[in-house]
C-alpha cells in the first residue's frame, strides 16, 4: 500500500509563503492525478489543486493565481507552492493520489496557519 507523507506546513503571516511537500513511496508514475485538499475547523474537505501524469493542472478559484503544483517524477513528490497567503488558506492541508488501478490514498495532513 503506498503512502504519502507530507511536510512545509506551519505558521506564517497574511501575505506569506510556504512550500509544501508531499513524498509518495512508490513511483508517482502510477497515479492518475495527485492533489492537495484542505479542510479548515468546522468545513468539509475540500480540493485545492490537482495534477495529472501529464502534467494538467487545475485549481479551485480562491487559490487560482496564488498557488502552484508540482511534481518530480525523480523525487517521486509532488509540490504546492503557496504565494499571497491569507488567513483564509488556514487549514489541514492533505496530499491525495489516484493510481490508474483506482486506489485512492492520502498523507495524514500537515497544518497550514496564516496570521493577520
Known amino acids: 500500500q503506498v503512502q504519502l507523507v507530507e511536510s512545509g506546513g506551519g505558521l506564517v503571516q497574511a501575505g506569506g509563503s510556504l512550500r509544501l511537500s508531499c513524498a509518495a513511496s512508490?513511483?508517482?508514475?502510477?497515479?492518475?492525478?495527485m492533489g492537495w485538499y484542505r479542510q479548515a475547523p468546522g468545513k468539509q474537505r475540500e480540493l485545492v489543486t490537482a495534477i495529472t501524469s501529464g502534467g494538467s493542472t487545475n485549481y479551485a478559484e480562491s487559490v487560482k493565481g496564488r498557488f502552484t503544483i508540482s511534481k518530480s517524477n525523480i523525487k517521486n513528490t509532488v509540490y504546492l507552492q503557496m504565494n499571497s497567503l491569507k488567513p483564509d488558506d488556514t487549514a489541514v492541508y492533505y496530499c491525495?493520489?489516484?493510481?490508474?488501478?483506482?486506489?485512492?490514498?492520502w498523507g495524514q495532513g500537515t497544518q497550514v496557519t496564516v496570521s493577520s
Open positions: 512508490k513511483s508517482i508514475f502510477s497515479f492518475r492525478t
Open positions: 491525495n493520489g489516484a493510481f490508474y488501478s483506482g486506489e485512492i490514498a
